[in-house]
């Protein structure tokens, strides 16, 4: 069965850096785009960044271009998600999820893991 | 970039329908992705391309779009049905995602 497993979130500074990964199986992972969605706490879905299933064509929100960039290891079923200069409100569950192309639905999505801000 | 409003929340009593609206110019000229969120959980698709189920969803989940409205409509509502539900839309022209405001659908 399809599996989206991500991983990578933690507890950071503003102005830091974190790797988000996401494990795929259970699908030709090759065959697919794959997104990176967000969600602050207690608020509704933002679309973060999208790459097609060759890793050709990368596409961001605004609100992380120049900041974040989305890759992916076709050998090892792994997307990635770098995350630099980190702002108290990148604060969200990431999460990531499987679109056959761009115009394609979000047809699965992982469990999501959490990026929050120390004090 | 596009902007999708929905309606805050959403009451219905067991076994009487949902509408939830998903309001954005000239919204009937893409195709609509619903999606349901339940507390603690992934969102799950529910329809998509507008009106098509993905297997296991039930055909009590419906869906339409056209003009500046798109709608799901959830028919003989049950309790299992309490989510949150979020329309979405790819906008071609600044290859940018979309997701409507988000509904809480609360079954009374």
């Known amino acids: 069965q399809v599996q989206l497993v991500e991983s990578g979130g933690g507890v950071v500074q503003p102005g830091g850096s974190l790797r988000l990964s996401c494990a795929a199986s259970?699908?030709?992972?090759?065959?697919?785009?794959m997104h990176w969605v967000r969600q602050a706490p207690g608020k509704g879905l933002n679309w973060v960044a999208f790459?097609?299933?060759?890793?050709?064509?990368?596409y961001y929100a605004d609100s992380v271009k120049g900041r974040f960039t989305i890759s992916r290891d076709n050998s090892t079923n792994t997307l990635y998600l770098q995350m630099n200069t980190l702002r108290p409100e990148d604060t969200a569950v990431y999460y990531c999820?499987?679109?056959?192309?761009?115009?394609?639905?979000?047809?699965?999505w992982g469990q999501g893991t959490l990026v929050t801000f120390s004090s | 970039s596009h902007v999708l409003t929905q309606p805050p929340s959403v009451s219905v009593a067991p076994g009487k329908t949902a509408t939830i609206a998903c309001g954005g110019n000239?919204?009937?000229?893409?195709?609509v992705h619903w999606y349901q969120q339940k507390p603690g959980q992934a969102p799950v698709l529910v329809i998509y391309?507008?009106?098509d189920r993905p297997s296991g969803i039930p055909e009590r989940f419906c869906g339409s779009n056209s003009g500046n409205t798109a709608t799901l409509t959830i028919s003989r509502v049950e309790a299992g049905d309490e989510a949150d539900y979020y329309c979405?839309?790819?906008?071609?022209?600044?290859?940018?995602?979309?997701f409507g405001t988000g509904t809480k659908v609360t079954v009374l």
């Open positions: 000239n919204i009937g000229s893409k195709s």
């Open positions: 259970g699908f030709t992972f090759s065959y697919y785009g």
């Open positions: 790459i097609r299933y060759d890793g050709t064509n990368k």
């Open positions: 979405q839309v790819w906008d071609s022209g600044t290859d940018h995602y979309v």
């Open positions: 391309y507008d009106s």
């Open positions: 999820a499987k679109a056959l192309r761009p115009d394609s639905p979000f047809d699965y």
